[in-house]
């Protein structure tokens, strides 16, 4: 029996938005993540951003890669357009989407190995160019559907699920984002809604490439070499007869605190992580400060939140390239395809 189709049946007092539609008609198919998964917690955000904003979700067309975090466009909008790519590949897609089709809300969701590693330099150019779309990177600093070893995104540091400790230095999304030019960043923690909702929404509103880094914790990896209970020591020492994984139900992590504040949030397996919400007097629109704020707050520990950067007169990559206004689907063949002599006065120009 599979229970990945949900019920269609709505309870009739649910709250409807301007179109009509509750938050259910903004769900997707039943998640297979582990139970507590901070990557549910942004599936929630994301729908009630997208509810919330009364966007019909026809005019949306969600993509990603491949990793945990790549499953989770089928959990949200079921009435978007969706394409789920290659490991990595996700910005070329999203970006030849939005050249066909400007007028489709675009939303990437990736992870930190699919993003900072295999899909690096597809990143870097989707931020250049300036792509119109919501980039949603789920960070959890482990590489999920291979069993937990370090991405790009780990802490030095930091212990594995067999308890080796991370010596390379960390890839900063945020960092990145910064240097290579992208036109909005902003950083949040998978269990503050509170915080994640609004940046998602000034994400989607926001003409250009839109980079959210997502802190979301892993719940299956939390196990240590030590116990022996662990999943390591359970299949060095049994028969195994059928090989199957069981993953602890655990509760989301969630999280409320002011602007300004420091907030210690204590992780499945004992750990804490710091989290430092920007102040209201924060000016976001400073890029060498903000750089110089996230690198400040990192000595000390602290992973920054909010809105970290927007540029005020940002260009996306249909103005920079001056291209025709709607969907190339709306033109009509005799403008789109001119002919042999409307070519050659083009190439003339180039020589």
Excluded at 51 to 66: F, M, R, T
Excluded at 242 to 269: C, K, M, N, S, W
């Amino acid at each position: 029996m599979s229970y990945i189709a949900k019920p269609k049946v709505h309870h009739p007092s649910l709250k409807k938005n301007t179109l009509g539609l509750t938050r259910r008609d903004y769900e997707g198919a039943i998640t297979t993540l582990c139970a507590g998964c901070g990557h549910d917690s942004i599936t929630a955000a994301i729908i009630h951003a997208f509810w919330e904003l009364n966007i019909a979700p026809h005019k949306v067309a969600k993509l990603s890669g491949i990793g945990c975090s790549s499953k989770t466009p089928a959990y949200f909008l079921r009435e978007a357009h969706g394409f789920n790519s290659v490991h990595g590949r996700m910005p070329a897609v999203a970006t030849g989407a939005n050249a066909a089709n400007g007028d489709l809300i675009m939303i990437g969701v990736s992870g930190d190995g699919d993003s900072l590693s295999i899909g690096l330099g597809q990143l870097c150019h989707a931020i250049r160019r300036n792509v119109n779309m919501l980039y949603v990177l789920e960070n959890n600093g482990v590489y999920g559907l291979t069993k937990g070893q370090f991405s790009a995104s780990a802490d030095p540091g930091s212990t594995a699920k067999k308890g080796e400790a991370n010596t390379m230095q960390a890839i900063d999304g945020a960092l990145l984002a910064l240097t290579l030019g992208a036109t909005f960043v902003a950083r949040s923690f998978s269990g503050d809604k509170n915080q994640l909702v609004p940046i998602i929404q000034a994400g989607i509103a926001h003409r250009g490439f839109a980079f959210v880094d997502v802190i979301s914790p892993c719940v299956t990896f939390n196990d240590h070499e030590g116990s022996t209970k662990s999943y390591a020591y359970t299949r060095e020492h049994a028969v195994e007869v059928v090989h199957a994984d069981f993953v602890p139900l655990r509760d989301p992590i969630t999280t409320d605190y002011p602007e300004g504040t420091v907030q210690h949030v204590t992780l499945h397996d004992g750990s804490t992580v710091k989290l430092r919400k920007v102040a209201k007097d924060y000016d976001a629109t400073n890029r060498d400060a903000a750089y110089a704020a996230i690198r400040d707050h990192q000595r000390r520990g602290e992973v920054m939140t909010g809105l970290l950067y927007i540029s005020p007169d940002s260009q996306d990559v249909h103005a920079q390239n001056e291209t025709v206004p709607g969907p190339l689907t709306s033109i009509p063949h005799d403008q789109l395809c001119p002919g042999n002599d409307a070519l050659q006065k083009l190439q003339q120009q180039f020589r």
